[in-house]
């Protein structure tokens, strides 16, 4: 592999999300990062509305309706997901009008570590586990959980400092395990009495790990 080859392909399948739109607001091209952070197949070819609205459906996207047109020729700005991510886009315009986006997910800057004694609810909660996804110092990562009937107070107070509690959106409890790998994550569950333990895959969002667990 020559150092060109190396440097395409890590372009292409790197983290940081790549793409490319058209003067009249279509997609031209995209890496796998930027179609997977959409839920855009391989050929897709949308125009960014039509892009935004699949997105809205599938639970992802901005939270704030982004805005398309600028008039400045380069510009970066943060910008918050529903699946609780937060990416910073570096936005350029084309000589031919077109729009280049360049993105990188920092949901691990956006907020601190939970502390114990804090039950969060399923939006702060899908929150911090995106954060907690997306810092590589929080590998290995599991979840546990527990019924919907469990007590919360007693749960708190038997988990770690580092250890993070939400509710989910169907009543149970999840308990994220940040920096504990499988045997000791199994460990934990025992001893809180959880019903399921899931671990994480490296690059899925939070709302994916919350619907396997």
């Known amino acids: 592999m020559t150092e060109d080859d190396l440097w395409w392909r890590t372009l292409t399948e790197g983290p940081l999300l790549l793409a490319l739109f058209d003067e009249y607001d279509r997609l031209l091209r995209a890496n796998a990062a930027y179609r997977q952070a959409w839920r855009l197949t391989e050929d897709a070819t949308p125009a960014w509305e039509q892009m935004v609205e699949a997105a809205r459906r599938a639970g992802v996207g901005p939270v704030e309706p982004p805005e398309r047109r600028s008039r400045l020729a380069q510009r970066g700005y943060e910008q918050a997901w529903r699946d609780g991510r937060r990416f910073w886009w570096v936005a350029q315009r084309t000589p031919g ?45 599991s979840v546990a959980t527990l019924p919907a009937d469990a007590d919360p107070a007693e749960l708190l107070a038997r988990i770690r400092g580092e250890d993070g509690c939400m509710r989910l959106a169907d009543g149970r409890l999840l308990v994220m395990l940040p920096a504990t790998g499988p045997a000791q994550a199994r460990a934990l569950g025992e001893r809180l009495g959880a019903q399921a333990l899931t671990e994480a895959v490296w690059g899925e969002p939070a709302a994916e790990l919350m619907a396997r667990a």
Not at 125 to 141: F, N, R
């Open 97 to 141: 009008g077109g729009l280049a986006l360049t993105g990188v997910d920092i949901s691990a800057l956006a907020r601190p570590r939970p502390t114990a004694g804090q039950l969060l609810s399923t939006r702060a909660g899908s929150e911090l586990l995106q954060t907690l996804l997306a810092d590589p110092g929080a590998w290995p990562l």
